[in-house]
Each structure stands twice: as structure tokens, then as C-alpha cells.
């Protein structure tokens, strides 16, 4: 087996190599093969100078995931980077592919960088609740200055080498043959005096410019971080560049990096990145999938519109189908529009959006879907009306061909029952806009066939969406999950708070909006029809809420009527309060002898909370969700739970399940009917464990 760093020589130059597959992480047997290739060189009197490169697709795109929450093992990689631009002969960095985190920051230590086009660099340590702690903070802003180094760092946004040739982070760019032009480059600088960015202090003084970028930017971030930790510290040590010396700033970034990697922040955000690589691993993962490369849609409205682009973005063929011509032309319309605003925006050009509208072909036949590999329902919400659909589709469908349902409540298993063959029937849960959204909950029936689950999958990752795996059930995770925590928020509207107030204390919490601006963006109708289907099944000692019904009688069924628990100016979706809403609230609480009492904000969100967690617990106890961090995968992609959390079971673990638990055992002194702990809940509590113990 080949080592993971191995060095060759070109003449007097030494070609040191990272080859450590698929993405050249910066793993221990990395860091310590490329300071003992290093040493190596510069011990070898003919030498002259040093390259830097990654084999196969990438030059490196970071740190080794598998190490994340483990002891490092020395060499760290401050120390990697120290001793690269310690070479007392040149280090070119010859980079190509995607080159981020540490990555960057090994090309960052070197001396010179040269680049391919196509390559793109960047430090998106802020995605996971830290800083670049190699270097990164003190190096990026003596090269390229301050305002560029912040708007890398704080955002974790990658950009190209073109636009890092600009900020001086590359010093030749080249279109092809790389390692040829490495080599070039490399003979050029030979004999030249070369400058290390430990000697750049000159170059980042305390300058009122300077002083000004970081004014700009903690500012900017107090209205834009979503009450994120990292960005701050991230200009704290921008900062210490302007005012320390090099190794002082090291240091600096080195308390500040352990001190973002201890928060809550960081230990959420990095499990919300191993849940998302987690998630995509089904049962049926590895059964082969089915051809798929034409689909159909049935739907031209939002929900049907938005998938049709998904299905286009991702390369297919799509036929969309409506009932009658004015239908599929206001389908039709919705399609276009988005293509045309991407050509307004610059985003595509008219031959691009030419090109994908080749592919997009509307009807109002369902003989037109005959050939398609996978069509997918998105009609109406109400199980009769796509019944309906599944019994043409039976008739009409080849052989072999997937027929799946993009329904957000209802039973799969009924919808097959329609078909002579449930065993091509599958649920996809598409989150609206489904061009945009990223979730999709795959809803597994009980007479699916695997590779039916498989191509499931296979449409999840050519649409680049974060796929999991549901049972199937009333409302499958998600909106199950909602159910339980929307009653809540209802309940305590009804006891005493503001829909308002509630709001106000969710946005406190982390999300970027709170319920009741979440009912009147989604469309208090949907909501309204399922409650109505529901009727005849709930339980009269239930409690049960009835303003909302209130609201969507009269019409008012959030921003699309202009409406709803929020007024809404014309255009804008941005709400105001309500005095007829609070009206119709107090007028209920009246009906029922509600006497109000006020809430903290605090109380707000242990409740919200408590009812989220404990109805997840359910849904992992009847094994409708696969693990807790798919919950949380649902719960941060679909609903916007504040990702520095983790999501809610995470969340559950770091304030611990038995504060839960006590919780709700405390509010079922008031309601023991709603507030009924997991089962899941309390075996957890009473063997001392948590929900991390499950994954």
C-alpha cells in the first residue's frame, strides 16, 4: 500500500504528492507524511525548490471528517502549516479541484500558489461553528486584505481562482496541463527572494480602512449571523492580524478556535454535518435502482411547477400534466417564470434556458406519460381526488415504470391499493418550493420493492436533495412532528399569549420565522382541509382549537389572500399585527371560560419544545424515522430548526432527556391527555441514556 505523501524529483525540484482518496482529507498519516516530505527536501542539497500537490480530483478538501469529535493526533495542523512556510526553500502550492478548510489553508502556507480555472478555494469553517484554526485568520487577511479575508471567512462561502487571483491568492492561473506549468513556474522563481506571510506585518497595519471593515462587519453580522457564535470570533482574529505580530496572532486563533470548538454551537452544527452524510443510508441502499431518465409530473401548480424544475435542474426528461389547456398553460407559465428570472438575474443565459425547455414538455394527455421511467403526482390534497389519479396512471404507465405521490399527510398504502401494482408505489415528500428545498422524505409503503426505494434515492441525489427515509404514517416525520407542536403553539394562544409573542420567542430560539408566520406562508387552507379530513377520527376529549378555522372562514388564509394571523400590504410579506385577529382569539377564550395568564418567552419555547421532542420520540418508537439525527435532518432542512442546534433530539441531548421528561410530566398536570410522555422518552431517562445512543 502506497503512502499517503510521497515525493519524487523533477530535475531540482521536489514533487511532494497527497494521495489520500477521494478527497486528499488532511488525515494524520497526511500531516505527518507531509512534514517528513518537507524535511526531506530541504535536507537534499539538490533541491532547489518544493511543489505542493493532490493527486487525482482535488488538491485537498480539508480535514478529515473521520477525526471530528476525536483526540487529534500530532502533528496538528497549525504545526503542518508553520513548517511548510518555514522551508527555507520556495513551496509552490499547485491547486486544483475543490480546495477548502485546511486545504486552503496548506496552500495558504506555501509560498506561491498557482491554479487551474476551473479550481475553487475557500475556508468554510463557519459551517461548523468554528474558525480556520491553521493559520487561515492571520494569513488570508496579510495576503489579500481585510475585507476580502472577512467575507470569505464569515460567510464560508467558496469562490473561484479568478476571483482569488484578484485579492492576490494566486499567483499564476492556468486553463490546463497544470503540472507543466507548475514546473515552469517553479524554475522561474528559483534563486528569487521569496517572502513568508509571517514577514507581511507591514502589510496589515492598523489602518482607519481596516478599522472600518471591521466596524462594517460585526455590524452587518449583529443583523445577519441568525445568532451564530463563530462569525464574531472570526473578526476577533482579523483583528489580532491588524495588532499582533505573526506568532502572537497564531496564538490568538488558537484560543479562539478551542473556544468555538467547545460551544454548543460547534457540537450542533458538526453533528448536523454527519447527520446529513448519515441520512442517505437506507435499508435499500444497496439494492440496484431503476432506469431513471424521463419523468413525468401530474400538476402544473405550485407543488408540480416546482418539481418539474427539480426534474429539469437534474437533467430529465419531463412531461407535465393538467386536466385542460388553461390549466397546463398556468403550469406552463410557472415553469417559465423561474427560467426567465434566472436569465434576468444573470444566472443562465437565453441558450442555457433554451436548452432545458427542450426537455420540458406539457400535456393534458396521461396516454403522453406511456414511456416515462417515474411520474409523480402532486395534485390536490385529498385522497379521492388522487386515487383517481393512480387508477389512470394503472391503465396508462409502462411496465417496470415508479409511481410515486408527492403527498404531505396521506396513506401510500391506499393510494397502491388504486393500482394493480403497489409494489411500483412510493411516496416523495417534496418541501415547498421544491426547486429550492432541499429535504425529501421518501415514504416507504408496506409492499414497495427495494430498488423501487433505491431509485427513490437515485432521484434524491441527481436533484442534489438530502433524502429520508419515512414509514408511512399521518403525515410520515415532518409534518407528524408539526401536528404535535402546532397544537402547542395553538394551546398557548389560547391560554393567554399572543400569536405575536409566540412568534417572537421561536425567532429568539434560532428559527428565521416563528409558527403563526410559518401558517400564513404555507397557506392556512392546507391546513384547514386536513384538519377537516380529520374531523371524524378525533377523539372528543381532545382538545381542540378552534381559531384558526375561525380565520380561514372568513377567508383569510395568510399572505396569498393577504390575510391571515398577519396583515399583509399588497406585494409585501412582511406582516403586521392583527386587532381582529386578537379579537377572534379573546372571543374564543371567552366561549371556553379561558381565563389568560402570561407567558415568558422561556415558557414559550420549554413547551414548543417538549411537544416536538416527545412526539419525535414517538415517531422513532414506532420506527417511523430510522434514527433520532434523521429527525433532526427532517426538522433542520423542512422546518427550519436553527441548524447551530443540531436539530431537535440533538437539542434534547445537550439539555438532557430528563429535563424533558419533567417537563411534560409538569404540563400533564394541566392537559394529561396531550401531554403523554414517549415511552421512547422514558426508557431512555430511566436506563440513563440518550438519543445519541440510538444513532
Excluded at 505542493?52 to 496538528?76: M, Q, V, Y
Excluded at 457564535?229 to 499582533?244: G, K, M, N, T
Excluded at 374564543?588 to 422561556?602: A, D
Aim: glycine share 8%; with cysteine; proline share 5%.
Amino acid at each position: 500500500m502506497s503512502k499517503p505523501v510521497s515525493l519524487e524529483k523533477k530535475n531540482h525540484i521536489a514533487l511532494i504528492t497527497i494521495n489520500n482518496p477521494p478527497v486528499n482529507a488532511l488525515g494524520q498519516a497526511v500531516r505527518s507524511g507531509l512534514i517528513e516530505k518537507i524535511e526531506e527536501a530541504e535536507q537534499d542539497s539538490e533541491v532547489k525548490a518544493i511543489i505542493l500537490r493532490g493527486e487525482d480530483k482535488c488538491f485537498s478538501a480539508g480535514a478529515d471528517i473521520s477525526e471530528f469529535g476525536k483526540t487529534r493526533l500530532e502533528p496538528h495542523l497549525p504545526d503542518v502549516c508553520n513548517r511548510i512556510e518555514a522551508s527555507s526553500k520556495p513551496v509552490v502550492a499547485a491547486i486544483h479541484g475543490t480546495t477548502l478548510g485546511g486545504g486552503f489553508e496548506v496552500a495558504l502556507s506555501a509560498h506561491y500558489r498557482i491554479a487551474l480555472s476551473s479550481t475553487k478555494i475557500g475556508l468554510p469553517e463557519v459551517h461548523l461553528g468554528i474558525l480556520p484554526g491553521a493559520g487561515g485568520t492571520q494569513r488570508l487577511p496579510r495576503i489579500a486584505g481585510v475585507h476580502a479575508a472577512l467575507e470569505m471567512m464569515t460567510t464560508g462561502k467558496p469562490v473561484s481562482v479568478k476571483k482569488g487571483a484578484e485579492i492576490n491568492l494566486i499567483d499564476r492561473l492556468v486553463e490546463d496541463k497544470l503540472m507543466e506549468s507548475a514546473l515552469s513556474f517553479t524554475e522561474e522563481i528559483i534563486g528569487k527572494e521569496f517572502k513568508k506571510s509571517r514577514d507581511r506585518n507591514d502589510g496589515v497595519s492598523d489602518s482607519s480602512k481596516n478599522e472600518a471593515s471591521l466596524k462594517l462587519f460585526r455590524e452587518t453580522l449583529e443583523k445577519t449571523a441568525g445568532g451564530l457564535y463563530s462569525p464574531f470570533r472570526i473578526v476577533d482574529a482579523v483583528e489580532a492580524a491588524l495588532s499582533l505580530p505573526f506568532d502572537e496572532g497564531l496564538k490568538k486563533e488558537r484560543e479562539l478556535f478551542i473556544d468555538c470548538m467547545n460551544s454548543p454551537q460547534s457540537k450542533g452544527l458538526i453533528h448536523a454535518f454527519f447527520s446529513e452524510r448519515k441520512c442517505a443510508k437506507f435499508p435499500e441502499s444497496k439494492t440496484e435502482a431503476r432506469k431513471l431518465e424521463t419523468v413525468g409530473v401530474i400538476g402544473g401548480g405550485t407543488m408540480g411547477s416546482g418539481i418539474t424544475i427539480a426534474a429539469l435542474d437534474a437533467g430529465f426528461e419531463v412531461t407535465m400534466v393538467e386536466r385542460d389547456e388553461d390549466s397546463i398553460k398556468r403550469g406552463q407559465k410557472n415553469v417559465e417564470k423561474v427560467y426567465n428570472r434566472h436569465i434576468e438575474k444573470g444566472r443562465m443565459t437565453k441558450e442555457q434556458v433554451g436548452s432545458v425547455l427542450k426537455r420540458y414538455k406539457p400535456s393534458t394527455s396521461f396516454e403522453d406519460l406511456g414511456d416515462v421511467d417515474m411520474v409523480i403526482e402532486a395534485v390536490f390534497e385529498e385522497m379521492s381526488v388522487k386515487q383517481g389519479v393512480f387508477e389512470k396512471l394503472d391503465k396508462v404507465i409502462k411496465p417496470g415504470a415508479v409511481l410515486a405521490s408527492n403527498t404531505s399527510y396521506l396513506d401510500i398504502d391506499q393510494l397502491a391499493s388504486k393500482t394493480n401494482r403497489p409494489q411500483d408505489v412510493i411516496g416523495l415528500h417534496f418541501f415547498s418550493p421544491a426547486n429550492l428545498m432541499k429535504l425529501l422524505e421518501i415514504v416507504v409503503p408496506s409492499k414497495v420493492s427495494k430498488d423501487v426505494v433505491s431509485t427513490g434515492i437515485k432521484l434524491a441525489k441527481k436533484m442534489r436533495k438530502v433524502p429520508v427515509r419515512a414509514g408511512n404514517c399521518d403525515g410520515f416525520i415532518g409534518n407528524r412532528i408539526l401536528g404535535s407542536y402546532g397544537k402547542v403553539a395553538l394551546f398557548i394562544m389560547e391560554d393567554g399569549a399572543t400569536p405575536y409573542q409566540i412568534d417572537e420567542a421561536i425567532r429568539e430560539f434560532g428559527y428565521p420565522i416563528g409558527p403563526f408566520e410559518m401558517f400564513d406562508l404555507a397557506g392556512g387552507d392546507i391546513g384547514w382541509a386536513n384538519r377537516k379530513r380529520s374531523a371524524s377520527t378525533r377523539k372528543k376529549e381532545d382538545r381542540y382549537v378552534h381559531i384558526p378555522d375561525r380565520l380561514c372562514e372568513n377567508g383569510w388564509f395568510g399572505q396569498k389572500t393577504g390575510r391571515g394571523y398577519y396583515l399583509y400590504e399588497e406585494g409585501s410579506r412582511k406582516g403586521k399585527q392583527d386587532p381582529e385577529v386578537l379579537k377572534i382569539i379573546e372571543e374564543e377564550r371567552s366561549k371556553k371560560g379561558i381565563k389568560p395568564r402570561s407567558f415568558t418567552n422561556e415558557e414559550v419555547i420549554e413547551r414548543y419544545l417538549a411537544a416536538m421532542i416527545n412526539e419525535a420520540s414517538n415517531v422513532l418508537y414506532e420506527e417511523v424515522a430510522t434514527r433520532p439525527s434523521d429527525i433532526d435532518v427532517v426538522e433542520l432542512y423542512g422546518y427550519a430548526f436553527p441548524r447551530f442546534r443540531g436539530g431537535p433530539m440533538k437539542y434534547a441531548d445537550m439539555i438532557g432527556p430528563e429535563k424533558v421528561l419533567n417537563d411534560i410530566r409538569e404540563f400533564a398536570k394541566e392537559d394529561p391527555i396531550f401531554w403523554k410522555p414517549s415511552p421512547l422518552l422514558e426508557k431512555l431517562v430511566k436506563e440513563g441514556k440518550s438519543f445519541e445512543n440510538l444513532n
